[in-house]
Structures are given as C-alpha cells and as structure tokens.
C-alpha cells in the first residue's frame, strides 16, 4: 500500500511529460520554417518550391511600389549574411543592409505582399518575411516584419561620413 | 568634464560591489561581525551611487549634450523634457545602468529591514547581490559606457572612454531622437515595469541561495520572500500587459502578442515565477516540494538575466533588440557559472531538503497545485524550446530552421487551457486528501450554471451559423473551460462570504471585504484567477473570431464588416509643428462613421503621422471600443486629392476589451495579495524570542 501512491504520481507525472513531449514534437513538425538568406533561397529556389519558409534581406528603397487600391506591395530585397558573427565583422547589421543595397552585385529577388504597408518600410530596412516561394520566381509573403536597426546602431553620426 | 565624472562613479560603484563581495566572505570565513556589517553598508552604498551616475546621465539627455553618443543615439532636440528623461532606457549602455540603478534600489531596501530573525542569512544575500550587481554595473564599465564621447581624429569622428591620441570633443548639432513608435505612453512605463520585475526576483533567489548556503533550510526564506516573490510578479505581469496595450494601440496590426523571442523572454520567468508562487504555498502549509522550490527559484533567476540577455544580445533576430554587442558572451559566462553554482549547492543540500510528508491523494490540493506546476513548466519549455530551436537546427543541420506563432498556439493551448480548468477546481480540494465525491459536491452548482450558460452560447451560434468557422469547436472548448472556472471562483467568493454573513451576522459585503482582510493572499489570489479568467474570455474573442477587411474607397463610400458599415467621410492633412517653428510631423486624419443596422454610433479619426526627423510614418488606429468588442480602423493609405479615395483596413476584434479588464482585476487582486500586512511586527516578535532561546551563540 506504501508503494501505490507513489505509482500513480509517477505514472501521472510521466503522462504529462509525454504529453508535453508530443505537442512539441508535432508542433514542431506542423510549423517549422526554413530561415533563409536571398543567396540560399535562389540557390535551392527549386527544392523549397510551394513550402513555407521565412526570409531575410535588406529592402532596396526604390523598388519600393504600393498599389493602394488593392493593397499589393512589391519591393526587392538585397542578399545580407544571415550569420551574427560575419555581420559583425562586416561593421555590424546597419553598415551590412547599407552595403547591401548599393552593391549591384549581391543577390536580389522580388518580393510580394498583400496587406497593409507598414510603417518601417524603407530603403535599407531588414524584413523579416514569412511566405513561399512561386513558381513565378517572386516571393509571396503572408507575413513582414521590418527591422530599422540604423536609428540604433549607428553610433557615428552623420556628420562624420563627410 | 561630466562625462569622465559619471564614468568614474561607475568604475567606483563596480569597485565598491566586488568590495562587498569580499567583505562578505571574509567576515563570514572570520566569524567577524564588523566585516559584514561593511559589506552591509557598502551594499547600501551603491544605491546613492548608481543614483549619481543615472541622474548625471538624464541630466545629460535632458540638456542635449549630444558630445556623449549615448544621448546623441536616443534624443534629439525636437522631443519634449519627459521623453528625454525616459530616454535613459532607450538604448542598451542606459538600459543596463537603469537595471543597476533598479537592483541597488532593491538591495538598499532588503538590507535596511529587520535582520534579528536571520542574522545568519544577511552576508550571504549581500553575497549574491553583489555578485549580480557587479555583473551588471561591470557590463556598463568593461563593455557597454553610457558616458562615451565623440572625439574628432585624424581619422574621423569615433567614440570612446578616453581622449584618443590628438582627439578633440566632437559634438553634433543634433540628436538621432527616439523612434517615434516608442514615443508613447504605454512603451515609457512597459520596460521600467519588467525591469523591476526582473530585478525584483533577484530577491527570493538570494535568499534561498543564503538557505542553502547556511543550511536553514525550514521555510523561513520562502516566508520572508513571500512579498518580494509577488511584488517582483506583479511588476513582470504589469510590464507584459503594458506591452500588449502598446502592440494594440501603436503597432497597427489589431494584435497584442506576436510570440516574437524577446516577448518570450520576459513571459518565461513569469511562467517559472507563477509556478513558484503556487509551489511555495505547499512548502509552507505541508512541509513539500523543498527542493522544486529551489529548482524554480534558480530556474526563474537565470531566465531574468537570460531575458535581459536575449533582449540586449541581439542573438535572436527580433524586433526588439537593439543591437548586435559584445556582452553576449559575458551574459553566456555568467548564466552558466550563476546556474551551476546554484544546483551545486542545492546537490549538497538536497538531503537536508527532505520532504516532511508525502503526497497520497491525486486529488489533494498539494497534488493539483503539483499538476499546476508541471503545466506551467510544460509551457516554459514549449517556449524555451521555441526560442533556441533556430539555434539547435543550425548547430545540428547546418540549416537555420525557425517556429513561428502557430508553433506556440498549437502547443501551448491544451496547456493553457488544462490550467484554466485547473485554476477552477484546485481552490475547492482539500489539503491531504480529495476524493471525486468530495470535489463534486463543490463543484456541481456552478458547474450546472456553466453548462446551462455554454447551452445558450450554443444556441446563440446556431442562430447565427456566420459566426462559425474552423475554430469553432476550439472556442467551445476554451468558453466551457472559462466560464466553469468563472462561475466556480464567483461561487467560493459567494460561498464564503454567505457563511461569515450567517456566523457573524454581517452583511455580505461587509463579510466579503473582512473575510478578503483576513487573508489576503488568498482572496487576492482567487481575484487573480478571476481576472485571468476574463482575460482568457478576451482572448478567445480576439483569437478565434478575429475578421478583417480592407478597401479604396472614395468619401461617401462605405465598407461593412460584422454587422457595422463604416463610411469615409472626409481627409484632412496637415503639418504639425515644434516649439521652436519647425514642422515635426505631418498628420492626414480621416473622419469615419461607424454604424449598425442603419443606426449612426460614432465618429472615429484614424490617422497616419509622418515624423519628419525620423523619417517614419506612424499608424494610428481609430477605435470604438465597447465590452463586446472593438472596431478598429486603420487609415492605410490616401490620395493627394481627396476626391480620389483613402485605403482602410478595418478589425472587428470579438470580446478584446476583456482582455484589459481582466488584466486590470488581475493587477488589482495581486496588490490585494501583495500588500503589507498591518500588524507585520506582531508575529515576529513573539517568535524572535523563541528563536533566540535556542540560539545561543547569536
């Protein structure tokens, strides 16, 4: 009898451990997103085709369109390392986005959402996109979220680029 | 000139905490009451001094000094004096010195109470303390210097601590001004409230690391943290809800919570310190779970400092953070020597820690507030693993894998709403021993009520088949769960109050209110409940029937949304200026009329203001709010020429506005619960003298 009670607490606490496990476990599997740099993304544009996946780049300023009327935003995002260590060396994420934007060269791709414009979306911003790539070649975003890191990390003014 | 001085009461106020450290080990190790009374003091010392240090630095912010490159990142001229002052916490170095600042503020207060009780334990919080906070104030000094100034080079302008060689002062004519997103009211108190929260919790973790350090290890430190415990709770919970206000009103995106890391990193130590708040009601009445109380206070420890790390790291990618920095490693090194230090110590404790009864009934109420527990820890490693999960994939395939919301939803919500249920039921069990029997015969009125209730909310919907959609058997759910525990927790207030009515022949709210005196901890408790039960209520308004729609329409035109026809009447654009004549921002203010069923019921201005210094627009909805939900309209876009149309997009948010109410009585009960007690003094003493009896050597 001494034992018993004992059981069922651990069998109940093992219950709910295996539960635990498996919400995460599922969930996992049901929601995880490949995160993806420009570069990485048209290298393997092929095999990631129709899945859901998030994207990051830096936001080229006068690519920039909004149609109002339907509400469709185009711009096109330049490549940015995707590793914390490399941005870093590169002089950190606001002279990485900037880099970015002006060098002709990098990676680009064609962005398209539908929704409200929002309010941090300018030129050398970071967008943070959550969407699938089309067969179209241009990347359809469900979800934006915008990063304006030049406010903060700058901590040379202006002035002293001169 | 200032500058140099403020830098110097940091590296001061460093040396005088790593001064405290020693002072307290030594006068333990030579058993010397005039050392510890030094670390005491100096302890007491670093509050005025962080005081300088922040002050000089609002000083600086508030004067425009843009020469330090602190208040060159966070002001400009434009901004009005208290947004300035607020401005020490809008950027990392001013951040960390304000957390510091907060800390010796807490530590002053814990070193100033009554030490007669537990003379022993005093050294070793000033231990842990100091610790801490020469962690943080070293951050300030080593990586982080609120008070670096710009000096003109050869090569260019640079900031630094010192003079460089053939450096002279450079100060620019104005300041980059904080982002107009944060300049609301909302977002100034939000950070200082976590930060307190945060702080606060540093409290009961050093106490318990005193338990264990001297081996006191009866309930006394939970008993004196107890406050501190729900001072610091009450302070997350109050920085988490601001949060979500702000999200709402500012963001622009009819949302409160995003799951986005840095969010997640201020709700885990409120998971673990909930968690803790219920467990070490068991310690207390039953003499159990000693060592999972130990467990959760270090575990919620760590996840402050890992919450101020995830915020100020940058190593999560977020739109909270401010910035990649160096005191990432440091933050790394110092929550995994604090953590391993601690379970150290507890290992070599853990026999002393024994439980002093054993668990026998899985209905009893210690077995249920067990069950809460893993809930909650369930939850905190959901989210946990969410947060790191990018960071084990790219560590493990190379490839940078992310979960977003839906992860949390889907994983989170049976959990939640398995609390929920058990946040109605665990109330009504008994200490010991609970049988089904005796639960429902607690339980069976308001369970009738909520059944008959869930009856008419069925009906209702099957009256109105356009309000069902995917979540609908979800919802159903959620609302039987929420609106059982509602009735439950009314009735055990209706319960209890009736019979002191009927045995003191009082009124019954005369009853109510003094039966809420005599414990506050747990009548404030069940009003916590009951505002988390309305907020749930809320929540599942907003996150189940949520629609929204958007359109170009011209002035006279009208868009319809859930019943409500909104109609663009008229745009007005204007610029608005500063005080000294400059335009600051320009502002295009639409006027719209909401009406229902033909029936005109309000004017709402949402408005789009462009901040000419920051270079960015802001959103500002227009919102009718009433109990049963909110109509949000954003202005999205416009036309020069009015004639031509405005864009809108529009959310009929179901329920929302009990999402605050609830927050609002849940912040209430946790004052109730958390005030001190009026007669504190009298129990004390008559236990000091029992205490002292068999103290001989104190």
């Known amino acids: 009898m001494a034992q018993n009670p004992r059981i069922k607490f651990i069998l109940g606490g093992v219950m709910i451990l295996l539960a635990v496990v498996y919400l995460i476990a599922s969930s996992t599997q049901a929601s995880a997103q490949y995160f993806m740099t420009v570069e990485e993304l048209r290298e393997k544009q092929a095999d990631v085709s129709g899945r859901e996946l998030r994207l990051s ?9 909004y149609d109002p009327a339907t509400l469709t935003l185009k711009f096109v995002v330049a490549h940015v390392p995707g590793d914390n260590a490399q941005i870093e060396r590169e002089g950190g994420l606001g002279e990485v986005l900037h880099q970015a934007v002006i060098d002709p060269t990098r990676a680009r791709l064609n962005v398209i959402f539908v929704g409200v414009k929002p309010d941090l979306m300018r030129d050398e911003a970071q967008a943070i996109m959550t969407g699938k790539m089309g067969e179209d070649g241009i990347f359809h975003a469900d979800e934006l979220l915008l990063k304006c890191p030049t406010k903060y990390e700058e901590a040379l003014p ?3 680029e001169g | 000139m200032l500058a140099e001085f403020g830098y110097g009461v940091i590296v001061v106020t460093f040396l005088v905490a790593i001064y405290a450290i020693f002072a307290s080990v030594f006068g333990q190790v030579k058993k010397s009451q005039k050392w510890i009374e030094s670390s005491r003091l100096s302890m007491q010392l670093t509050f005025p001094l962080t005081s300088l240090a922040a002050l000089l630095l609002i000083y600086l912010l508030v004067n425009n000094n843009y020469n330090i490159s602190f208040v060159y990142q966070v002001t400009s001229r434009a901004m009005p004096t208290y947004l300035k002052v607020t401005a020490l916490w809008g950027g990392q170095a001013g951040s960390l010195l304000f957390w510091s600042w907060l800390l010796s503020l807490f530590m002053t207060a814990v070193t100033l109470r009554k030490w007669d009780r537990d003379r022993e334990f005093l050294p070793w919080v000033v231990l842990v303390a100091s610790i801490t906070l020469a962690f943080f104030i070293g951050l300030n000094v080593f990586y982080e210097n609120p008070f670096t100034r710009f000096w003109q080079t050869f090569s260019g302008v640079q900031p630094a601590t010192f003079r460089p060689v053939g450096g002279i002062p450079f100060t620019p004519a104005d300041g ?3 982002n107009p997103l944060l300049r609301h009211p909302g977002m100034i108190i939000h950070p200082p409230m976590l930060y307190l929260g945060f702080v606060a919790f540093v409290i009961p973790y050093a106490f318990a690391m005193a338990a264990l350090i001297t081996g006191r290890t009866d309930d006394r430190w939970t008993r004196i943290t107890r406050r501190w415990t729900l001072w610091a709770w009450l302070f997350l919970s109050l920085g988490l809800v601001l949060g ?19 969010e997640i990193a201020a709700f885990m130590p409120w998971l673990s310190g909930t968690a803790f708040l219920h467990s070490v009601m068991i310690q207390e009445k039953r003499g159990m779970l000693k060592h999972w109380n130990m467990i959760l206070v270090i575990l919620t420890y760590s996840l402050v400092i890992f919450g101020t790390f995830l915020t100020r790291s940058g190593v999560l990618s977020s739109v909270h953070s401010f910035a990649q920095s160096a005191i990432g490693p440091a933050f790394f090194i110092f929550i995994g020597l604090t953590f391993v230090v ?5 290992i070599w404790r853990w026999p002393e820690l024994k439980a002093e009864a054993q668990m026998t009934s899985l209905l009893s109420r210690e077995a249920l507030f067990l069950l809460n527990n893993l809930l909650f820890i369930g939850i905190l490693v959901i989210c946990f693993w969410g947060v790191i999960f990018p960071l084990i994939s790219e560590l493990a395939t190379g490839a940078k894998v992310t979960v977003g919301p839906p992860f949390y939803e889907r994983a989170t919500g049976p959990l939640f709403a398995a609390l929920l249920f058990l946040m109605g039921i665990a109330p009504l069990s008994a200490w010991g021993h609970s049988t089904v029997k005796t639960l429902g015969k607690a339980i069976w009125r308001p369970l009738a009520v909520a059944l008959a209730v869930m009856a008419a909310i069925v009906v209702y919907f099957l009256l109105n088949p356009v309000l069902m959609n995917g979540y609908f058997p979800y919802a159903l759910i959620g609302l039987f769960v929420t609106i059982t525990t509602a009735f439950i927790t009314l009735y055990e207030f209706w319960r209890a109050s009736a019979a002191r009515s009927r045995a003191q022949k009082e009124n019954i709210f005369l009853a109510l209110w003094r039966l809420a005196g005599r414990n506050r901890r747990r009548y404030g408790g069940y009003t916590i409940h009951l505002g988390v039960v309305l907020m749930a209520f809320g929540i599942i308004g907003i996150e189940m029937f949520q629609t929204e729609t958007q359109g170009t329409i011209a002035p006279g035109e009208s868009l319809n949304l859930a019943g409500y026809s909104m109609t663009f009447k008229s745009l007005q654009d204007f610029d608005l200026k500063n005080a000294d004549g400059t335009p600051m921002q320009n502002v295009a203010r639409a006027v719209v009329d909401v009406s229902k069923d ?3 019921l309000t004017s709402l201005y949402p408005r789009r203001d462009y901040y000419y210094d920051a270079q960015q627009p802001m959103t500002i ?3 009718r709010s009433t109990l049963q939900d909110d109509f949000y309209v954003l202005l999205v876009d416009w036309q020069p020429i009015s004639s031509i149309g405005a864009t809108f997009k529009i959310y009929h948010n179901p329920l929302v506005n009990w999402l605050w109410f609830g927050s609002a009585i849940f912040i209430l009960g946790t004052f109730i619960a958390a005030w001190p007690d ?4 009298r129990v004390p003493v008559r236990a000091r003298k029992a205490a002292a009896a068999y103290q001989p050597g104190d």
Do not use: C, F, H, T
């Open chain 1, 57 to 65: 780049g830096a936001i080229v300023g006068e690519s920039i369109e």
């Open chain 1, 158 to 160: 202006d002035q002293a």
């Open chain 2, 176 to 178: 980059n001004g904080l």
């Open chain 2, 244 to 262: 979500g206000r702000w999200a709402y009103d500012v963001l622009g995106w009819g949302g409160y919570w995003g799951w986005d890391p840095v």
């Open chain 2, 342 to 346: 601690s379970i150290a110590l507890l």
């Open chain 2, 598 to 600: 033909g029936q005109y």
């Open chain 2, 621 to 623: 909805p227009g919102v």
């Open chain 2, 678 to 681: 009026k007669e504190p003094e």
